[in-house]
């Protein structure tokens, strides 16, 4: 490959990693379409999911691939990150509070690293390549499983770690009574579902004002039987990246540094 050719590759590349409970998965990413360059490579999370063990196995989903050394590598977290630090834990070893993702995960990679929390990296995706592509304004893109997560876009700068499924309204943590967990749990129809979530995103648009509501989440394939049910001021679509946009949006944001 001639230099010229390598130096383009890696301006038009980056490296994400999408951290979850069950599986590390990774994918080399195309940062002009936010598609994949190669197919994504998936390995069970360890159990327990210490940071030792997890960063052992991101490495070996890095070793996968034949990646320039100097390439952008983000990964995602189910935490709080502040400053590449998690402030919290969900489906992951409790002892990862306090511990330097980035840099936990740049040891054992051999690589520089940006770690980001899961919601922020897919509502990021969103904005950058897909239903909220080119809106300007407050985006606000929220995931429905098994709480809510959340991400806030301000004309195309992230502001990290909303954390507005824990929105107390009505006296109960949000995501305990709106999250798709909570509809399955509960054994909700969509009509009955329809109803908490008109509750839930009529409380955030009176905060926040957005310009656009994306719905993420598995069950946002089934955005048809609840979206049209909701009757809010702000527009609200269903998300386009599904699955991949934790790794899209990791790897866009270790590309420009995190913003």
Do not use: C
Request: glycine fraction near 10%.
């Amino acid at each position: 490959m001639s230099k010229d050719a390598k130096h383009h590759t890696q301006a038009d590349t980056a490296f994400g990693i999408d951290i979850g409970g069950s599986g590390i998965k990774g994918a080399p990413v195309d940062l002009r379409s936010g598609e994949f360059t190669a197919d994504r490579v998936r390995i069970p999370t360890p159990q327990p999911a210490t940071p030792q063990a997890v960063a052992r196995t991101v490495a070996e989903v890095v070793d996968s691939f034949d990646l320039d050394k100097g390439l952008p590598i983000g990964v995602t977290f189910p935490a709080v990150i502040l400053h590449g630090v998690a402030q919290s834990a969900a489906n992951v070893d409790d002892s990862w509070i306090g511990t330097d993702v980035a840099a936990t995960i740049g040891e054992a990679t051999g690589r520089r690293v940006l770690a980001v929390n899961d919601a922020d990296a897919a509502g990021y995706a969103e904005v950058a390549y897909g239903a909220a592509k080119d809106v300007p304004g407050v985006v606000l893109v929220v995931t429905l499983g098994t709480g809510i997560g959340s991400a806030l876009v301000v004309d195309g700068v992230l502001v990290p770690n909303t954390e507005l499924g824990h929105l107390e309204i009505d006296g109960h943590d949000a995501e305990s009574r709106a999250s798709d967990a909570a509809r399955d749990r509960e054994d909700l129809s969509f009509e009955e579902w329809a109803q908490r979530l008109q509750r839930y995103f009529s409380v955030v648009e009176n905060l926040f004002w957005p310009d656009l509501i994306v719905v993420g989440g598995g069950v946002s394939k089934k955005h048809e039987q609840f979206l049209p049910l909701l009757d809010l001021r702000t527009r609200i679509v269903p998300a386009r990246l599904r699955n991949a946009a934790g790794i899209v949006g990791a790897a866009r944001l270790a590309a420009t540094g995190g913003r």
